[in-house]
């Protein structure tokens, strides 16, 4: 009896260490939780803790409680970059619908459009909004630095609007309606949007395709100016601690426009070009400010469109994607799904 109990106290420790191993790495190393560790050897290691473990496939033929099918591609061969393309249960085979083009969060370090909770929600945004969504797989710290990601995002915009005709995607060429390209994001994926929305400014997309409008969805971005209503510890947090990692060679650190647009030689915010945005902000949230800022600050600038600016009451940093049956979650999403059909 006794030898057995031993056995079982051995096999839980060497359980619970080896666990340790995958979260916790040997060498000192400091965690910022839950994005990367930081160690004393000068390695920079994702926490895997995060990181898509267990990722979910796509749905083929469909996901049986939205009807959505769902397929991964490669966007690009050079950079292998890929994309999960979610295309809703149709009423007639021809039907063109808007669409949204999607990028996760996760401070540039962690997420992933095959982790379980993304693959519910844009299942569920597109069932709702009946809209083609491509979900981009950009590429992430501590392999690449930004401004990669940023570079990602506009590639996928160029590979969607070269399939306008070139017929490299069946969904595309049956279903995508061209007069409605969006673009969406969550957190990081957010101020990729915001930088996008610029980016279609400057450069042209070929097939004269337009970005028709933006979604922000509690977006990530910081200064080192804190506002009167920021939690003084915001510096503290690990959003704001990581980003000298994740662009080690912004010397303006986060006053850098890449993750402050009203940051040091930040573009103005009128020369935005897409018709219309919709920001989202949520009340417990450490970056509230920040976007409510932004929604401000885009509308200082003079830019010519429409703007809307929402705050979910009681939620937290991007509870659409962790709660996703709240009463919150059904009402952004529904704001969404009126957004991107107007
Ligand atoms: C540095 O430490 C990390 C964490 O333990 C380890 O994974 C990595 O292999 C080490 N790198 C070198 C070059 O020793
Ligand atoms: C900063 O965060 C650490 C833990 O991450 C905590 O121990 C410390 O008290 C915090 N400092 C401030 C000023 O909030
Ligand atoms: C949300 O609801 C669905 C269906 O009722 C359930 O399968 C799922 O586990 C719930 N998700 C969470 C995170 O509570």
Known sequence: MESIRVIIVIISFLVLSCNSQTS???????????????????????????????????????????RVSSKDIIINQLTQVSARVYLPALPSPNQKIPILVYFHGGAFCIGSPSSLL????????????????????????????????????????QWLALAKFTGSDPWISSHANFDKVFIGGDSAGATIVHHLSLRAGTDVLPNDVKIRGAFLAMPYFLSS??????????????????????????????????????????????????????VYVAEKDYLRQRGTLYGDLVVLSGWDGEIQVFEAPGEDHVFHVFRPNSTNTKILIGRLANFLEN
């Open 24 to 66: 916790n790495p040997n060498d000192p190393c400091t965690h910022i939780s839950p994005f990367i560790y930081v160690c004393d050897n000068g390695t920079i290691l994702r926490d895997t803790a995060t990181a898509p473990l267990d990722p979910v496939p796509p749905s083929s033929p469909h996901d049986p409680t939205t």
């Open 118 to 157: 993304d693959h519910v929600y844009l299942n569920k945004v597109s069932s709702t909004a009946n809209v083609l969504v491509v979900s981009v797989d950009y590429r992430r710290f501590p392999e690449y630095e930004m401004p990669v990601p940023l570079d990602d995002a506009w590639d996928a915009l």
């Open 225 to 278: 100016r804190l506002l009167p209503l920021e939690p003084k510890a915001f510096p503290n947090q690990s959003f704001y601690k990581v980003w000298k990692y994740v662009c080690s060679l912004c010397l303006e650190g986060v006053d850098h426009p890449y993750i402050n647009p009203a940051g040091i030689g930040a573009p103005s915010l009128s020369m935005i070009s897409v018709e219309k945005i919709m």
